[in-house]
């Protein structure tokens, strides 16, 4: 049975691994058009892209409270009641949407943490103002994400992140270059053509919803529900606390980011090439976790305990092994792969120093990722999230803050970087205790 599990999972987190590759992308697009187009425009991007990114992650974990939910009632054969709970979701997407386009609308607060050339701030907040328009749609997708994954359907996502991708591509090429016949826009037509892409992705999922043949056992839109109070509040108890571990996982690395600034040109180009390494390693134990959230909340449904247990650890091997694999591949093409990112001898050297970071942490980063989406299938996400805060805020951020620059002797952008494998460590113990925790309690 493990070994069916093992399939299962594999079967289920390829499409997302490659959906979610497909979607960073597009950020490729951008930073490869802006690059040639403007430095000030890049900066924009980077500047107003991380706070895009930090607050689409935190609204989005909210909405993603639909998984467990719908895992759960799937489980469980309560199948009827599924498209009821979709519905809520979508109602509660639109309602996170109006805060979320206000907070991007007016970055002040963030924008503040750190001091940003008068021009690059000025092009940041258009670019955020743009993105604003688009946040009812991302939201809106992203519950049909949660949904699918929910149900062991990735596949559409897949198909429209590869269409998103490639609409992308020659849409901010035309309006960032001035091909399409007007002004060269610059980093507004990167915002223009993520709005147009977040549209493009709501309409396949309608369609999707109203018209594959693989969710007609779920008619959506057969009896539409107004607001509720009741399924709204259950979907804010579940997903607020999942909503900000996203957060706080994001910002982390974001204020990080602002940290290192403090150390010169050389230190932030260094870490953003390993930032960016990071990232990407990461979809293979995100990919990973949604698939056994999927696979344990099914199971926490029907109440089938011992397969729960088996798919979380056919999640623990499959994301342990294949992570510390990749481990191994980047520590051993470190010095190519960086070179591929920088011709700056000074730059490569620091990102050099920091790959090995990444490459030792991949092991720790898949436990704890994927006990924390484990513990969502059984629904519990209140103290995973103060495990989150207590150590990527706590040890990773503060830890390294005084590692890197107020240490007896300060390791400068290493410190932030051996802060953050302590943190990883940190979560995957606490996390894995607590998992540990819950698999013996639902077996009493």
């Known amino acids: ?109 963030l924008l503040a943490l750190s001091t940003i050339d008068p021009l690059v701030e000025e092009k940041a907040r258009a670019y955020l103002a743009l993105l604003a328009l688009g946040m009812p749609a991302i939201l809106l997708y992203r519950t049909f994400h949660a949904f699918c994954n929910a149900l062991g359907r990735p596949r559409p996502l897949l198909l429209i992140s590869l269409g998103g991708t490639l609409l992308h591509g020659v849409l901010a090429y035309l309006l960032v270059t001035g091909k399409w016949g007007g002004d060269a826009l610059g980093v507004l037509g990167c915002g223009v053509s993520n709005v147009v892409v977040s549209a493009f992705s709501v309409v396949c999922a309608t369609a999707y919803l109203r018209f594959g043949s693989a969710l007609r056992p779920w008619p959506v839109f057969a009896a539409w529900q107004w607001p509720r109070r009741k399924p709204l509040g259950e979907l804010l108890q579940l997903g607020l606390p999942m909503g900000f571990s996203h957060f706080v ?70 994301a342990g092994g294949l992570s510390a694999l990749l481990g191994l591949l980047l520590w051993s093409i470190a010095v190519p792969l960086t070179g591929a990112y920088t011709d700056d001898r000074a730059v490569q050297a620091v990102a050099l120093a920091l790959v090995g970071y990444v490459a030792f942490y991949q092991i720790f980063d898949a436990v704890q990722t994927i006990a924390a989406h484990a513990l969502r299938g059984y629904r519990i996400t209140f103290v995973p999230m103060c495990v989150h805060v207590v150590c990527f805020w706590g040890v990773g951020l503060l830890g390294g803050w005084w590692l890197a620059l107020h240490a007896p002797r300060p390791m400068g952008v290493a410190g932030f970087w051996l802060a953050s494998v302590l943190s990883l460590v940190l979560a995957a113990a606490l996390l894995g205790a607590l998992l540990w925790r819950a698999l013996r309690a639902v077996q009493r």
């Open 249 to 318: 996982e994001i910002s982390s690395f974001t204020l990080m980011a602002l940290f290192v600034a403090q150390l010169g040109a050389t230190a932030v180009a260094g870490h953003r090439i390993v930032a960016n390494l990071a990232a990407i390693c990461y979809m293979l134990p995100l990919a990973l976790g949604i698939a056994t959230l999927a696979q344990v909340g099914q199971a926490a449904g029907a109440r089938h305990w011992r397969r729960a247990e088996l798919s979380i650890g056919a999640g623990l091997l499959l």
């Open 1 to 109: 049975m493990l070994a069916q599990q093992f399939r299962q999972i594999l079967a289920h987190a390829t499409p997302i691994l490659l959906a979610q590759l497909s979607s960073m992308g597009m950020m490729i697009i951008d930073t490869v058009l802006l690059g040639h187009h403007g430095t000030d425009d890049l900066a924009a991007v980077a500047v107003g892209g991380g706070i895009y990114i930090s607050v689409v992650f935190a609204l989005a974990g909210i909405v993603q409270a639909v998984a467990p939910t719908v895992a759960h009632l799937h489980g469980a054969g309560r199948d009827e009641e599924i498209p009821g709970a979709l519905q809520q979701a979508l109602w509660l997407a639109l309602l996170l949407a109006v805060p979320g386009a206000c907070f991007l609308r007016h970055p002040g607060a």
